[in-house]
């Protein structure tokens, strides 16, 4: 199955585009730490026959930039490094038992839609990839955000995320809490 970044983002333009456009609202930084749990099913996501354990245990940090305005929605994009989850294979080479760790971590790239951005809490929708190592996995993300402060020239946003890794054969589906820090860019 194939994913174009171009498709999805210009998906993402014609839903906003059909908002209708609205006043002018400066850009918007953000940056947010996550932490939660991934389910997936690691055994078939390795592709060895026996683990000897795995770890769930997500966590990252996610930046975000929101650059376009439309009635109730705004345009922007998503960068993010998250630790998924790890585990552990052992084997055995003559007389020594060895045992290795992998880490399943990366970078990923979405364009994201916020809705409800004019309100102390909002939705946000984003489809983009994974760089996993040596792999592009397309994934899609769904953020709640509610403002515990917000002032003219920073905001405290709190929230839960949903983000699944669409790998085949084994999809993974991370289930976080996150906090950060939203600050506008210019007036």
């Known amino acids: 199955m194939r994913y174009s970044a171009g498709l999805m983002t210009a ?3 014609a839903v906003a585009h059909a ?6 609202r400066p850009p918007r930084a953000e940056l947010d730490v ?3 749990y991934t389910f997936v099913n690691a055994q078939t996501w390795s592709g060895f026959t026996t683990l000897n354990s795995s770890n769930k245990v997500s966590y990252g ?3 975000r930039i929101l650059f376009v305005n439309f009635s109730g929605a705004h345009l922007g994009i998503e960068l993010g490094m998250q630790q998924f989850f790890s585990y552990e294979v052992q084997g055995s080479s003559g007389t020594q038992v060895l045992t290795r760790t992998f880490n399943v ?3 990923h790239f979405a364009p994201t839609l916020r809705l409800g951005g004019g309100t102390r809490s909002s939705l946000d929708v984003g ?10 996995v397309p994934g899609i993300m769904i953020n709640s955000n509610h403002a515990l402060f917000r002032g003219r020239r920073f905001s405290i946003p709190v929230g839960a995320r949903v983000n699944f890794v669409l790998r ?7 289930f976080a809490l996150k906090a950060g820090v939203s600050i506008p860019l210019g007036r």
């Open 11 to 13: 998906g993402l333009i």
């Open 61 to 63: 940090a996610l930046a």
């Open 19 to 24: 908002a209708g456009a609205q006043e002018y």
């Open 34 to 36: 996550v932490g939660g």
């Open 127 to 136: 489809a983009g990839f994974h760089f996993l190592g040596d792999e592009t």
């Open 105 to 107: 971590n990366g970078f």
């Open 168 to 174: 085949d054969p084994a999809p993974a589906a991370n």
